[in-house]
């Protein structure tokens, strides 16, 4: 029987305040797909409950220097389907300086399946030194962070009764350049933040001569 959820792709695109000309935007790309089966959904009301469930306990997370530009929307079972582009200005909540754009806390995505293509990652930035000893998260930041994770596993629900959860999408497994397309994804269904900060090497600022 044909799966007749819906996928939701959330882009968020931000930068790092008092950042140079060769300073990178820092993009997250999320996955969401309905509880049960809808045909009435508004991208929208998915942004916004996003912005007001997701990102509000994302940003307690992140540095000042973090400054939202916006949010992209699609509905991403559809080939063909536009993003609505929602512009943001919030920012991160932790003062004082920060760490390189090129550090990033590292949060690790489990589903019910073994295997890389039921798996996956995200790497948040920027980060507050003062969240950091060495190169390790702080036990105060540890605990913010799990806040995260308890509102990312328990997903958003928009205003027009949708639950979206979150899901890892394969790549691999899915075809997106027909139509219809076929989608491979599964329920996040556990969540671990790694206390070592990890490193995104295209986040790098390139050199200005």
């Known amino acids: 029987m044909a799966d007749a959820r819906q996928y939701v792709e959330i882009v968020t695109t931000a930068i790092e305040t008092g950042g140079t000309a060769a300073t990178k935007p820092i993009v997250n790309v999320h996955h969401f797909a309905t509880a049960a089966a809808t045909t009435t959904w ?26 939202m530009q916006s949010n992209s929307v699609r509905m991403f079972q559809d080939a063909l389907d536009p993003y609505l582009i929602v512009t943001r200005t919030s920012v991160g909540a932790q003062g004082g300086d920060w760490l390189p754009s ?17 798996r996956g990652s995200k790497h948040f930035g920027t980060i507050a030194e003062s969240d950091t000893t060495n190169d390790e998260l ?11 994770i308890t509102a990312y ?24 350049s027909s139509v ?13 933040i790694n206390k070592t900060l990890g490193y995104m090497r295209h986040r790098k600022q390139k050199t200005v001569v």
Request: aromatic fraction near 8%; hydrophobic fraction near 45%; glycine fraction near 6%.
């Open 102 to 118: 090129f550090n990033a806390a590292t949060l690790q995505l489990r589903t019910g399946l073994r295997g890389k293509s039921y």
């Open 138 to 148: 702080t036990s105060g930041a540890l605990t913010r962070w799990a806040t995260m």
């Open 42 to 67: 508004d991208k929208a009301h998915i942004e916004s409950v996003f912005q007001s469930a997701i990102m509000a306990a994302i940003l307690p997370c992140l540095s000042s220097a973090y400054l």
């Open 153 to 176: 596993l328990a997903g958003i629900t928009d205003s027009d009764g949708n639950t979206w959860l979150p899901i890892v999408w394969s790549r691999l497994l899915s075809n997106m």
């Open 180 to 192: 219809p397309t076929v989608i491979v994804a599964n329920q996040v269904t556990s969540c671990r």
